[in-house]
């Protein structure tokens, strides 16, 4: 009865990840140690997967080693990657010189990786805001998705509220599902927030990024 009843209250919401529009940006937000940019790198592959070209974004320009990594994952995913030109460039301009690229060359999927202090800085929720709207000037936001780590527990809410208010976050990821951590919080999350759930993390390998499902996830938490 209790899978049943979480399964159902996940079903309320639609997994669906929406990438129509070309280039589609996707946009992915989320504090430090989450597995935000090793996120974009399976992310990136599963796109692929589905027969699609992608170029990845490396607006997380605070971190060098950020770029770096991300890097790695997107040739690992086979797919193109715009750097900052030089340390510390604007976040915004990094996305807007990635959406320039995909529309040159006619790639149909843009990731941006942003980045990822505390949510409590408002200063990065202000260059959110500012991303969001240079991006927007050159092509609509098809996905905002907010990466949780599953074994963070009620903070997860916490962050969900403060990228949603800044971000306009459409959807969340779950990262790190692979360990003891069930993730429960997100049935708090998504019911505080209306955000579903669209792709779930299970490993460190490339392929473990997967759609929701209702069904397994219950399945998974209730333990039968």
Do not use: C, Y
Request: aromatic share 4%.
């Amino acid at each position: 009865m209790l899978r049943e009843t979480i399964e159902e209250r996940l079903s309320k919401f639609d997994p669906t990840l929406r990438l129509t529009e070309r280039p589609a940006v996707v946009l992915v937000v989320g504090v430090n140690g989450v597995g935000k940019t090793t996120t974009i790198g399976k992310f990136a592959k599963f796109v692929r997967n589905f027969g699609r070209t992608v170029v990845v974004g490396a607006a997380d320009t605070f971190r060098a080693a950020a770029v770096e990594q991300l890097a790695t994952w997107a040739e690992r995913a086979g797919a193109d990657i715009v750097r900052p030109q030089h340390p510390g460039q604007d976040p915004a301009s990094v996305a807007f010189q990635t959406i320039e690229q995909a529309k040159r060359n006619g790639t149909e999927i843009v990731i941006i990786d942003t980045a990822g202090r505390l949510h409590t800085k408002a200063g990065l929720m202000d260059e959110m805001t500012k991303i969001t709207r240079v991006i927007e000037k050159q092509a609509p936001i098809a996905e905002v998705l907010l990466v949780l780590d599953a074994t963070t527990g009620q903070n997860g809410l916490m962050q969900a509220e403060a990228f949603l208010e800044s971000a306009g976050v459409t959807g969340l990821v779950l990262t790190k599902l692979d360990g003891s951590a069930k993730g429960g919080f997100v049935l708090a999350v998504q019911e505080r927030t209306g955000l579903p759930i669209k792709l779930i993390g299970q490993g460190e390998g490339i392929g473990d990024l997967t759609g929701f499902t209702p069904h397994v996830f219950a399945q998974n938490l209730v333990g039968v």
